[in-house]
């Protein structure tokens, strides 16, 4: 027992000893300032304006979002809240990664793929800290939009397009806007479009009535954001812009 008993403080001298080892050898604990901005990414904060704003959409994600330099899909991203009722809207997009190189506006699909860009800017990485975008306009009736989320995406161009077109009706890009507004239909009396008019707009009727021409086009159209697009655009007078 003696023997045990004398043993004891050079043990404690051990433990004492490879403890203050183990803490030596742990980090601090301290967090970099280096370290966080690489690994949590920069901040960015906008505020948009958006003209038309009860064309915010129902059946798209409005998106701000970072995007590396190709690719359909952000790194990283936020719904745009719905604006107030001058239309305007502040927005911060956190922790952007190192491979993102520009920021976009959009709306994206249910996949997160986009679909339509309203603004896209490359991200400044020479100043450090977190960005501030100066206040931005963006229109919600661009005719660009009525372009490629209706012409384009549900395929009318696929009949309507080359010298002539089905119906003698091309919707193709630049062509589209001259053919449509106040462009007497080949199948109506009515023209095709009529500004502020949307009852009186053969386009309307072609979408919406089946019964109006002998190949129907009807549920062509299957998002109804893009279709009440179509009838908001001709109200306000079909904007080109």
Same mark, same amino acid.
């Given at each position: 027992?003696?023997?045990?008993?004398?043993?004891?403080?050079?043990?404690?001298?051990?433990?004492?000893?490879?403890?203050?080892?183990?803490?030596? !050898?742990?980090?601090?604990?301290?967090?970099? @300032? =280096? #370290?966080?901005?690489?690994?949590?990414?920069?901040? %960015? =904060?906008?505020?948009?304006?958006?003209?038309?704003?009860?064309?915010?959409?129902?059946?798209? /994600?409005?998106?701000?979002?970072?995007?590396?330099?190709?690719?359909?899909?952000?790194?990283? =991203?936020?719904? %745009?809240?719905?604006? *107030?009722? #001058?239309?305007?809207?502040?927005?911060?997009?956190?922790?952007?990664?190192?491979?993102?190189?520009?920021?976009?506006?959009?709306?994206?699909?249910?996949?997160?793929? &986009?679909?339509?860009?309203?603004? @896209?800017?490359?991200?400044?990485?020479? =100043?450090?800290?977190?960005?501030?975008?100066?206040?931005?306009?963006?229109?919600?009736?661009?005719? /660009?939009?009525?372009?490629?989320?209706?012409?384009?995406?549900?395929?009318?161009?696929?009949?309507?397009?080359?010298?002539?077109?089905?119906?003698?009706?091309?919707?193709?890009?630049? #062509?589209?806007?001259?053919?449509?507004?106040?462009?007497? !239909?080949?199948?109506? #009396?009515?023209?095709?479009?009529?500004?502020?008019?949307? *009852?009186?707009?053969?386009?309307?009727?072609? &979408?919406?009535? !089946? @019964?109006?021409?002998?190949?129907?086009?009807?549920?062509?159209?299957?998002?109804?954001?893009?279709? @009440?697009?179509?009838?908001?655009?001709?109200?306000?007078?079909?904007?080109?812009?």
């Amino acid at each position: 027992m003696l023997s045990v008993i004398g043993k004891l403080p050079s043990i404690s001298i051990l433990l004492t000893t490879g403890l203050f080892c183990f803490f030596a !050898s742990c980090d601090s604990g301290d967090i970099h @300032e =280096s #370290e966080y901005i690489h690994d949590e990414g920069v901040t %960015l =904060s906008a505020t948009f304006r958006l003209n038309y704003p009860e064309l915010y959409p129902n059946d798209y /994600n409005f998106t701000f979002g970072a995007f590396a330099e190709t690719g359909n899909s952000p790194l990283v =991203s936020v719904n %745009l809240p719905r604006p *107030d009722d #001058e239309g305007n809207v502040d927005i911060t997009l956190e922790n952007i990664p190192e491979e993102a190189t520009r920021i976009r506006l959009c709306f994206t699909d249910m996949g997160r793929q &986009v679909k339509y860009t309203f603004f @896209e800017q490359t991200i400044d990485r020479t =100043s450090s800290g977190d960005i501030i975008l100066p206040e931005k306009e963006i229109d919600l009736l661009d005719y /660009n939009r009525i372009q490629q989320l209706v012409f384009q995406q549900y395929n009318c161009v696929s009949c309507h397009q080359g010298t002539s077109g089905s119906a003698n009706l091309l919707l193709t890009e630049g #062509e589209s806007y001259r053919q449509l507004v106040n462009h007497p !239909s080949t199948r109506s #009396e009515k023209l095709r479009v009529v500004p502020y008019e949307p *009852d009186s707009s053969f386009l309307l009727d072609v &979408v919406t009535q !089946s @019964e109006v021409i002998s190949y129907p086009h009807t549920g062509l159209i299957t998002r109804n954001d893009d279709l @009440e697009l179509l009838r908001f655009w001709i109200g306000k007078g079909c904007p080109e812009n």
